[in-house]
């Protein structure tokens, strides 16, 4: 057969091919699917974002979160808003004639009422094998890699295949591994439960329902987690305390596709067939984050329909990503759809998106790499630009989102990139979640500290940097600017860990 055409449609693909695809569990019509639109053009249309500028701080559609916010609405516009919750303005809110202020202490009253009606979501969906990549991990430099390798070597051989949230979110001071990233997000809610009857008495309900995208592939580790974390240190007190589960997420299932050629193989494209070297071999892979809207459509509908009206989305290899009571507030005060978190790029924020304008005057996020050169980014940097890099954090209004969930997942653009990994060189079809923000009608964009909300592992190197795994003297030498940035992280993460995980530094050890 001509290997031109081969393993590109049903008629064409090799038996031991398929047999592997499906001993991996990856979907072969909908990876065939894929294929079949890409090669006929179907995708040729989505081109990469081109960039007009970034949008300022402006205090009304970008807004800075910091202790001396102040948010202006008009009084009765307030009023009406928040009474469709029950909540009367705080006193603390300063009426001026038609308008009135909300300061951070009026805004984190009005959101930390509004948890209970409130999801907390992660993206769950992909493993830890590209994060602990040798390849990805030398993105730093070797001589970075280099103070990191001790930790590396002890690191990924507990991450590869295995679901990222449920590897190592840090290193303790002492050298021991810390807690997983999925059982800190559970201990954040029973933490913030335990803080809101502390305030405003018992829950008597739902607060802060888990949701996640989970994959075919990774689903069951993931429940067996989950049992193991009920009776965990960590959660158990907190969660008898309080009455609710410690962590009992709500799922949607994301099936697995293929890996298709390299685009210097030319097309038509092919089914990935060479993993490792291997004849016959695939590689399974998510489709993208983006797929969450289709997948957990029956998830945010149950919520709507109990009463959650918003519902927090973010990857769940953040550490900064917990609920916020602020941003809670200023989404239902506003009427907007949804607010997504952005925070000014550092050296390490490599993968991902920006928040940029069109020529047009539109906003979106801009995922660099899928949609936007990392050239393009140096370029807008370079003019003076202060980049606001997407944090992988979305609130959404279900009472907007909920009637549009099949309409999101039509529109999201499906976007095809080269990868160069371990196992080969290949391409990549996924939908990146974020792109939503290019086909709301408008948004609500917060800057926010990264050092409180963004510290996020895309590679296994930046969780030892925020570790501080690495020598600082010697990571000083090797990159001032790196070893900077990875103090500050180090000094966010301690602050989370201890202000809003609970966690107290004992012996060397966060323990609960």
């Avoid at 989404?331 to 304008?357: C, H, M, N």
């Amino acid at each position: 057969m001509n290997s031109n055409v081969r393993n590109t449609d049903e008629s064409n693909l090799n038996p031991a091919l398929r047999a592997d695809m499906e001993s991996k569990d990856i979907d072969v019509g909908l990876s065939l699917s894929i294929l079949r639109d890409y090669n006929s053009g179907l995708y040729d249309s989505i081109k990469p974002v081109k960039a007009a500028g970034v949008p300022a701080v402006d205090g009304k559609s970008v807004i800075g979160i910091a202790p001396d916010i102040e948010y202006s609405l008009e009084t009765e516009k307030a009023r009406a808003r928040l009474g469709e919750f029950g909540i009367a303005l705080p006193a603390s809110v300063h009426t001026t004639g038609t308008n009135c202020r909300f300061n951070y202490a009026a805004l984190s009253e009005v959101g930390q009422r509004l948890l209970p009606r409130t999801a907390y979501g992660v993206l769950n969906g992909g493993s830890a094998t590209s994060y602990a990549d040798r390849k990805k991990n030398l993105a730093f430099g070797p001589q970075v890699f280099s103070l990191l390798e001790g930790g590396y070597e002890k690191l990924s051989p507990l991450c590869t295949g295995k679901p990222k949230g449920v590897t190592p979110a840090y290193i303790n001071p002492d050298g021991s591994l810390g807690e997983s990233f999925l059982l800190l997000k559970a201990r954040a809610r029973l933490i913030a439960a335990r803080r809101y009857e502390a305030a405003y008495g018992p829950i008597g309900g739902s607060f802060l329902p888990l949701y996640q995208m989970s994959s075919v592939g990774n689903n069951a580790e993931l429940e067996s987690a989950y049992k193991a974390y009920a009776i965990s240190p960590f959660l158990a007190a907190a969660a008898a305390e309080t009455g609710l589960n410690a962590a009992d997420f709500k799922t949607g299932i994301q099936p697995l596709i293929s890996a298709y050629t390299h685009s210097s193989e030319g097309r038509p494209k092919r089914i990935f067939d060479r993993a490792y070297g291997r004849p016959d071999s695939a590689i399974a892979l998510p489709g993208g984050h983006g797929q969450c809207f289709r997948i957990l459509a029956p998830v945010f509908r149950s919520l709507h329909e109990k009463g959650i009206r918003f519902a927090y989305l973010g990857n769940v290899d953040n550490i900064g990503y917990t609920p916020d009571p602020v941003e809670i507030a200023l989404l239902a005060l506003s009427g907007e759809p949804a607010a997504f978190d952005f925070s000014k790029r550092t050296k390490v924020d490599v993968k991902g998106g920006i928040l940029v304008e069109t020529a047009d005057g539109q906003r979106t996020v801009a995922d660099i790499g899928p949609a936007i050169s990392f050239d393009e980014v140096q370029r807008l940097e370079a003019g003076g630009a202060s980049i606001l890099f997407n944090c992988a954090i979305g609130l959404f209004d279900l009472d907007w989102l909920v009637p549009r969930l099949d309409e999101i997942g039509r529109k999201l653009p499906l976007r095809v990139s080269d990868q160069d990994k371990d196992a080969g060189r290949y391409s990549q079809a996924e939908q990146v979640t974020w792109e939503i923000t290019g086909i709301l009608p408008s948004f609500l964009a917060f800057a926010v500290d990264k050092y409180d909300r963004f510290i996020a592992a895309k590679l296994l190197a930046e969780t030892l940097l925020t570790s501080g795994a690495a020598d600082g003297a010697a990571l000083a030498q090797a990159s001032p600017e790196l070893a900077g940035t990875s103090r500050l992280l180090k000094a966010g993460l301690e602050h989370k860990l201890s202000a809003v995980y609970g966690l107290t530094l004992k012996g060397g050890r966060w323990s609960a």
